[in-house]
């Protein structure tokens, strides 16, 4: 193993002054990160040497400690694992999908990832996303892919009033700040 | 798949460019299903260009073999550099030797100021898009939508090698084969150097074989990309010209509102013709 002498620089790392407002925004840490298309007779296999069911039902997200597999269409999952198992998970799904007809690409740092929580974190988010983000139709547990004011996102409710984003990077500093201007009004 | 370009694979089978979403229909009626993911936000991209360009990058490099014999032009490998995984593409849009350093995003930053530190002995420098755009021109690099519009074809701009002459069918065959397409009179690619090396034209300029016809005169092509070089310590400019390449050799005449300036129809390829710099 080479090590690996370039540090990481994510493109929200030199924004600041996140916490202590109403809406605490949080960088989340590198994760590995795969987009996975397949057709169901895939499905068991990958979930099994993922680790983590793949969600069948549509718009969930399965989590187990490190990992988490996304639903985001009827043969489309992003998978989260440890920063640090990225080659490994990779060799480990390559085998489980061999010979089914697939698309699996490390996208780890195309996008990344950061968390908004507090009690008016729904509403925060309406500032720039029309998804009624009500526990009946968006309940704990459920992602999608949706807009942000004009940037796709990919969003996940992970517990009452904690919202995942997963933005594409070179958007990432223009929905943080968007986010950060909204919540002003709740300060 | 069947019919269709394949994506572009790694060895191990982990790196996509692109693979494609839609249901594909190939000319023997078989059908695939492909799937398209972008790439493009997952890497960064660095170039690095110049005569000293391998010894910058050398010591960086693990796992790849950079002589120009293991990794010539146009070749790609996968390694490390600063201990990252790259794709290294052996490109140049400067004619210059030249790498295209690809990392994942995240890395990009750091692996640029180890470039750039490890390039202060040879007096690295960053390089923009107007310097970027006077390097290629002296090479005869052409900006698609610059130096062409709509109406070019490969052949035209010089590279009508890059069209599989083998191939039973492809999109836009039929076009090419129009006799429109095929006509010599067609504007072809040239080089342009003014008779004298101060006067850098006016790109859009028009290009007229007989300064002393009456108004409105006869064109027989126009300016596309004209800069001084630093390289060539004159004028230099590109061209599409009437059956240019026959033309090669010819006097023309830029006709401006209080003088008209003669030009010499050269090749397109201004520096470094035989590509030694490029593949050195």
Same mark, same amino acid.
């Given at each position: 193993?080479?090590?690996?002498?370039?540090?990481?620089q994510g493109p929200l790392d030199h924004l600041a002054g996140a916490r202590g407002a109403a809406v605490e925004l949080s960088v989340a840490p590198p994760r590995a990160k795969f987009a996975l298309r397949c057709r169901a007779d895939a499905v068991a296999a990958t979930g099994r040497a993922f680790g983590i069911v793949l969600p069948h039902e549509a718009c969930r997200a399965t989590v187990m400690e490190d990992g988490a597999a996304l639903w985001l269409g009827p043969d489309e999952w992003l998978l989260f694992a440890a920063e640090g198992d990225a080659d490994a998970t990779a060799g480990q799904l390559a085998t489980a999908l061999g010979g089914t007809h697939h698309s699996l690409v490390d996208v780890s740092h195309r996008s990344c990832g950061f968390t908004v929580h507090g009690e008016l974190a729904a509403t925060v988010i309406n500032?720039?996303?029309? =998804?009624?983000?009500?526990?009946?139709?968006?309940?704990?547990?459920?992602?999608?892919?949706?807009?942000f004011d004009k940037a796709e996102i990919i969003l996940w409710r992970v517990d009452k009033h904690t919202y995942h984003v997963e933005i594409e990077r070179s958007y990432a500093p223009y929905?943080?700040?968007? =986010?950060?201007?909204a919540r002003e009004e709740f300060a | 798949m069947k019919g269709v370009g394949s994506p572009e694979l790694s060895p191990d089978g982990r790196w996509v460019a692109y693979t494609v979403t839609t249901r594909v229909e190939a000319t023997n009626?078989?059908?695939?299903?492909v799937w398209l993911t972008s790439t493009t936000e997952q890497w960064a991209v660095?170039?690095?260009?110049?005569?000293?360009?391998?010894?910058?990058?050398?010591?960086?490099?693990?796992?790849?073999?950079?002589?120009?014999s293991a990794m010539p032009h146009m070749s790609m490998r996968e390694g490390r550099i600063c201990g990252v995984p790259t794709r290294l593409f052996r490109v140049s849009f400067t004619g210059e030797l030249g790498y295209e350093i690809n990392v994942p995003a995240d890395y990009g930053r750091a692996v640029w100021e180890a470039v750039y530190a490890a390039g202060s002995a040879s007096g690295i420098v960053p390089y923009g898009t107007e310097a970027m755009h006077v390097l290629r021109a002296e090479k005869g690099y052409i900006i698609v939508g610059q130096d062409t519009d709509g109406t070019a074809t490969p052949d035209d701009v010089g590279l009508g090698w890059t069209i599989g002459k083998t191939k039973t069918d492809f999109i836009g065959r039929r076009s090419l084969a129009l006799p429109a397409m095929t006509a010599p009179s067609r504007k072809q690619l040239v080089g342009l150097l003014t008779v004298n090396s101060d006067i850098v034209l006016e790109e859009g300029a028009q290009l007229v074989a007989d300064p002393r016809q009456p108004v409105p005169m006869s064109s027989v092509g126009h300016v596309t990309s004209s800069y001084w070089s630093p390289a060539l310590q004159r004028s230099i400019a590109l061209g599409m010209v009437k059956a240019g390449r026959r033309r090669v050799g010819e006097t023309l005449h830029v006709p401006m509102p209080n003088k008209t300036i003669a030009v010499n129809v050269v090749p397109s390829q201004l520096y470094d013709p035989a590509g030694v710099r490029l593949n050195g």
């Amino acid at each position: 193993m080479v090590e690996i002498l370039a540090k990481r620089q994510g493109p929200l790392d030199h924004l600041a002054g996140a916490r202590g407002a109403a809406v605490e925004l949080s960088v989340a840490p590198p994760r590995a990160k795969f987009a996975l298309r397949c057709r169901a007779d895939a499905v068991a296999a990958t979930g099994r040497a993922f680790g983590i069911v793949l969600p069948h039902e549509a718009c969930r997200a399965t989590v187990m400690e490190d990992g988490a597999a996304l639903w985001l269409g009827p043969d489309e999952w992003l998978l989260f694992a440890a920063e640090g198992d990225a080659d490994a998970t990779a060799g480990q799904l390559a085998t489980a999908l061999g010979g089914t007809h697939h698309s699996l690409v490390d996208v780890s740092h195309r996008s990344c990832g950061f968390t908004v929580h507090g009690e008016l974190a729904a509403t925060v988010i309406n500032h720039g996303c029309p =998804l009624d983000l009500s526990h009946a139709s968006f309940a704990v547990g459920m992602c999608t892919r949706t807009v942000f004011d004009k940037a796709e996102i990919i969003l996940w409710r992970v517990d009452k009033h904690t919202y995942h984003v997963e933005i594409e990077r070179s958007y990432a500093p223009y929905v943080w700040n968007m =986010l950060v201007e909204a919540r002003e009004e709740f300060a | 798949m069947k019919g269709v370009g394949s994506p572009e694979l790694s060895p191990d089978g982990r790196w996509v460019a692109y693979t494609v979403t839609t249901r594909v229909e190939a000319t023997n009626g078989e059908t695939s299903e492909v799937w398209l993911t972008s790439t493009t936000e997952q890497w960064a991209v660095i170039a690095v260009q110049g005569p000293n360009a391998r010894k910058v990058i050398e010591p960086l490099v693990s796992g790849i073999d950079l002589s120009s014999s293991a990794m010539p032009h146009m070749s790609m490998r996968e390694g490390r550099i600063c201990g990252v995984p790259t794709r290294l593409f052996r490109v140049s849009f400067t004619g210059e030797l030249g790498y295209e350093i690809n990392v994942p995003a995240d890395y990009g930053r750091a692996v640029w100021e180890a470039v750039y530190a490890a390039g202060s002995a040879s007096g690295i420098v960053p390089y923009g898009t107007e310097a970027m755009h006077v390097l290629r021109a002296e090479k005869g690099y052409i900006i698609v939508g610059q130096d062409t519009d709509g109406t070019a074809t490969p052949d035209d701009v010089g590279l009508g090698w890059t069209i599989g002459k083998t191939k039973t069918d492809f999109i836009g065959r039929r076009s090419l084969a129009l006799p429109a397409m095929t006509a010599p009179s067609r504007k072809q690619l040239v080089g342009l150097l003014t008779v004298n090396s101060d006067i850098v034209l006016e790109e859009g300029a028009q290009l007229v074989a007989d300064p002393r016809q009456p108004v409105p005169m006869s064109s027989v092509g126009h300016v596309t990309s004209s800069y001084w070089s630093p390289a060539l310590q004159r004028s230099i400019a590109l061209g599409m010209v009437k059956a240019g390449r026959r033309r090669v050799g010819e006097t023309l005449h830029v006709p401006m509102p209080n003088k008209t300036i003669a030009v010499n129809v050269v090749p397109s390829q201004l520096y470094d013709p035989a590509g030694v710099r490029l593949n050195g």
